[in-house]
């Protein structure tokens, strides 16, 4: 049974908007939170600068990313560790939020009713699940399905979101739809950005890489490129 009152996208994208609003408009304060799949470490430094939260575990399951997280060095506040979604190894209600930022269409299809299992064990009675997925639409999108066509991977994503609301164990809070600004300075800082990224291993031909570049230098200004891309945030409660 789907969930009637849920989108995986929304006619209107949305307004542009930087989603740092969101994260200050969440009715959290001195919360324990556990971010599953950080990356880069970007979106952890917007958790940081909020200033609400005691304590950030960040969760990265690529070694090559997590051994550069580390690197940055000791913040206060933030541990990053190594793990998965699906089993993050962290003690059962020690977290008050759980944020994903486009991570969860990441995690194995056959592990993704696992990971939603993971999240209620590891969150206190009321916590917060905050899960922020690109939407398969837009210019920026249509450039990245070129070479890494996910949109299976983000409907299996939303769908168990959905299953995981509809099994009782958490209720939707609300959903936002949105456009963010995504700007590269060059292709150079794209193909090491995205095409390079060390979570998944992109073979382009040359063919394809000259169509890629072709597409990403039709958006070109003086200023780098600009693409508005749509996104979806699904708010949940632990039940």
């Known amino acids: ?18 989603e740092r609003g969101l994260l200050d408009a969440l009715p959290l304060q001195h919360a324990r939170v556990l971010e599953l799949g950080c990356g880069t470490a970007r979106q ?27 690197a940055l060095g000791d913040v206060a506040g933030l541990t990053f560790g190594m793990g998965r979604a699906e089993d993050t190894g962290y003690a059962t209600a020690s977290f008050d939020a ?61 769908d168990a979101t959905v299953r995981a609301v509809d099994s009782g164990r958490f209720a939707l809070v609300s959903q936002t739809f949105f456009l963010a600004a995504v700007r590269y300075r060059d292709f150079a800082a794209f193909e090491r950005a995205v ?15 000259a169509e890629v570049r072709e597409r990403f230098m039709a958006h070109m200004t003086d200023d780098g490129v600009f693409f508005e891309a749509p996104y979806r945030v699904d708010l949940l409660r632990r039940r």
């Open 98 to 158: 759980v944020f994903l930022f486009k991570s969860l269409h990441h995690v194995p299809i056959e592990r993704l009713d696992d990971a939603f299992a993971e999240m209620h064990r590891v969150l206190a009675p009321g916590g917060l699940v905050y899960i922020s997925e690109p939407v398969f639409a837009g210019d920026y999108n249509a450039l990245l399905a070129l070479f890494h066509d996910e949109r299976v991977v983000r409907q299996a994503a939303f």
């Open 195 to 209: 095409i390079g990224a060390s979570h998944t291993r992109h073979v382009l031909s040359a063919a394809l890489l």
């Open 1 to 18: 049974m789907v969930h009637a009152a849920m989108r995986i996208a929304a006619p209107d994208p949305g307004l542009l908007r930087d």
């Open 44 to 70: 952890t430094r917007l958790l940081l600068e909020t200033g609400k939260f005691a304590a950030i575990t960040a969760l990265e399951p690529d070694p090559v990313q997590h051994a550069r997280n580390v």
